[in-house]
């Protein structure tokens, strides 16, 4: 068969001209007149995911695999979709592939019998599958694989310069797809495994279209950034041709590319995948949903999100590492809070079938989420504090395409919200032509921006906008419009922080300044651990125009996500209030609530989650204490007809006086909404 590879024709503005025959959609298994509707993923809201990445091992796939244990999982957690394994990072298919790589064994055809059944109910079908990460296909075709840098073949990522796409993957998902009428797949192992190339093909077609001559081959060599750009366009094109090919003959399975659009892959959609999803981290998930969540939520594409079922620190600690239902309840609130659907993933055994003395758990979770369902999912948060996820600073701080290096913002994040402040995720494409809708913009930390995103970010403050800056290096970016002389270099030192009569250690990268005229300090940074020690301003606060900007002469985001310190929460809380003194919402009784507000079908929504605890520290939580009572001022400018606690439908009595509400919420154990209803 004759191929081309994906660059070459990208390059030529065409893609991949010369692809298989396409094959014949064939019939579902069973006659859609009897078959219970199923549900989109752009509708769905809970499902449950399974895989096992089936091996060399793996030599009777389907021997346990039953219709009662399908039933079972369907009778117990009643969920949208199933996501099950198709095909794992090491590159062999758990059902009887007949264009792909199968496992050694199979008892019967599995994949046959989930499809059976969950169409028999009404469950939509969907099917892990690794994607760009395929070892099997390189140990067959050492061509396909990545060239490393040292000139190795990489042993994990596929070429966008190989035939892999058209000899392999396309085939196989439509053989998914026709032969089997499964609902649509969730390709794994995508963005976050692809590696820039090293290969000839892709050094060639890098100089063709940069003009560059000479190749970088590692951070700090000229043309560094350029190369890691070329190489995440050649992702973009691969993940549009496949999709587009497979949707040529198969126009309604329904794909998405695990952590593609995310805070992954932290920038606008640019393929036309069916959802967005991602597995955020097994352990201090509640802080990965943090982050993860808010990003999505403003995407614009139906998204969920999977939480893991088990804890890989509880297995070091010698303990079982199934989570609990409280603590699972609590991962998919962040995330319903904001929006989104919600799975989770459990193991598979090695012949494929489950484990179903863990589904139970899953059963409580799911009744969590469904009571919860009609008020959160599709719910659009309400502008108030942005956090900017620079998607130009973040492909400048990284080297490779894709990892996560967020520890920083995620910090900043934090302790943002451990103030109660409603903050979504932003990128530049989120912000621009949106910006004045945002009270307070904040910056963490971030090395380089674009200079027409600074201007217009300037711009917004000279409007009446409020800007607050994290860090030296962002300060620098804005050294005018602070109205600041930095002085000399940022180091990194521990110094002293002095905010409401008490000194916290602080430890990160920090630069002493000089205040101009119209400047003024906040707080004060020491360099001993007394008030008698040399100091400099710990922040600054400018008026430009109609409003103001703010910056902190020091990092705070790591050391604030390592320690959670209150000296430094403390600092953040009032620095943003100045800027930002009558949020609409405000919770007070407790620093660990999480507070989300957002709109659905015309209500305003107050959504409380209960944060408190250790969580990067977390293998098994078995119980999470209550908090409260929380005073609540919730900024209304009519007087709602009726405040109610949700799910439940408890009435709250609340008092109302000059455009404010004022209530109390005597217990919040995991997550509550209040709902205020107008008419």
């Not at 396309?170 to 192992?189: F, K, M, N, S, T």
């Not at 630069?511 to 005229?517: I, P, S």
């Not at 600054?540 to 103001?548: A, D, E, M, N, S």
């Not at 709109?599 to 520290?617: A, I, M």
Request: proline fraction near 6%; aromatic fraction near 8%.
């Amino acid at each position: 068969m004759k191929t081309t590879s994906l660059l070459a024709c990208a390059l030529s503005l065409a893609l991949l001209t010369t692809v298989l025959a396409p094959e014949r959609a064939s019939a579902a298994p069973t006659s859609s007149d009897i078959q219970p509707k199923r549900l989109k993923r752009a509708d769905s809201f809970l499902g449950v995911h399974f895989d096992f990445h089936a091996g060399p091992d793996c030599t009777e796939i389907g021997k346990h695999t039953t219709r009662e244990m399908i039933e079972n999982i369907i009778n117990l957690v009643e969920p949208d979709y199933l996501q099950i394994d198709c095909k794992g990072h090491r590159g062999l298919s758990s059902y009887p592939t007949k264009v792909g790589h199968p496992a050694p064994g199979f008892v019967g055809d599995p994949l046959r019998l989930w499809r059976q059944v969950t169409a028999e109910r009404g469950v939509s079908l969907y099917l892990h599958y690794s994607g760009v990460w395929d070892s099997e296909a390189i140990l067959r075709h050492p061509d396909w694989g990545v060239i490393n840098a040292d000139g190795s073949t990489n042993d994990r990522a596929t070429s966008f310069f190989s035939p892999y796409a058209d000899q392999l993957l396309i085939p196989q998902l439509r053989e998914l797809a026709g032969d089997y009428g499964v609902d649509g797949a969730w390709i794994d192992g995508e963005c976050w495994a692809a590696a820039p190339d090293w290969s000839e093909p892709a050094l060639k077609a890098f100089r063709d279209t940069t003009g560059f001559t000479s190749v970088p081959r590692k951070p700090g060599d000229p043309y560094w950034h350029e190369f890691l750009d070329f190489n995440r366009e050649l992702f973009r094109r691969y993940l549009r041709y496949y999709i587009g090919e497979v949707k040529r003959t198969h126009p309604q399975f329904e794909l998405c590319s695990n952590w593609a659009y995310t805070d992954h892959m932290a920038e606008p959609v640019s393929a036309p995948l069916d959802f967005l999803s991602g597995d955020y981290s097994p352990d201090d998930s509640v802080n990965s949903a943090r982050v993860s969540a808010r990003y999505l939520a403003r995407q614009g594409v139906a998204w969920d999100l999977m939480a893991w079922s088990f804890s890989l620190k509880a297995r070091g600690q010698g303990e079982s590492s199934q989570k609990t239902a409280v603590q699972l309840q609590r991962e998919a609130a962040v995330v319903l809070a904001l929006g989104g659907g919600f799975q989770a993933y459990f193991k598979q055994k090695r012949d494929g079938s489950v484990f179903d003395e863990q589904l139970p758990v899953m059963a409580e979770v799911a009744k969590f989420c469904r009571d919860r369902q009609a008020l959160c999912h599709h719910a659009e948060a309400v502008p108030q504090v942005a956090l900017l996820l620079s998607t130009a600073g973040h492909y400048r701080r990284i080297n490779g395409l894709y990892p996560r290096d967020l520890g920083r913002l995620s910090g900043v994040l934090q302790a943002l919200l451990e103030s109660q402040y409603s903050v979504e995720v932003l990128g530049e494409h989120h912000l621009v032509g949106r910006m004045p809708e945002y009270p307070l913009i904040v910056v963490p930390e971030w090395e380089y921006l674009e200079a027409e995103f600074r201007r217009q970010l300037v711009a917004y403050v000279k409007a009446g906008g409020n800007l607050l800056l994290i860090g030296p290096r962002t300060a620098a970016l804005f050294e005018s419009d602070l109205g600041v002389t930095l002085q000399g270099a940022p180091k990194v030192e521990s110094r002293h922080l002095a905010h409401h009569d008490t000194l916290t250690s602080v430890r990160g990268l920090v630069q002493d300044l000089e205040c101009g005229a119209q400047t003024r300090s906040f707080g004060r940074l020491h360099t001993a651990s007394n008030v008698e020690s040399p100091s400099q301003p710990a922040a600054v606060i400018t008026p430009l125009g109609r409003g103001r900007i703010a910056a902190t002469a020091f990092d705070l985001g790591q050391d604030y996500a390592q320690a959670r310190s209150p000296g430094l929460r403390s600092f953040v809380d009032d620095l943003a209030r100045e800027l930002f003194p009558r949020p609409r919402v405000e919770v007070r009784g407790s620093t660990d609530v999480d507070v989300t507000l957002a709109r659905n079908r015309g209500q305003l929504l107050v959504n409380l989650v209960n944060t408190g605890g250790p969580h990067q520290s977390a293998g098994i939580i078995e119980t999470i204490p209550p908090v409260g009572p929380l005073a609540v001022t919730i900024r209304q400018p009519t007087k709602p007809i009726q405040v109610n606690l949700e799910p439940g439908g408890r009435s709250l009595p609340f008092d109302y006086r000059d455009g404010t509400i004022q209530l109390t919420l005597p217990r919040l154990e995991i997550h509550d909404i209040i709902v205020l209803r107008s008419n």
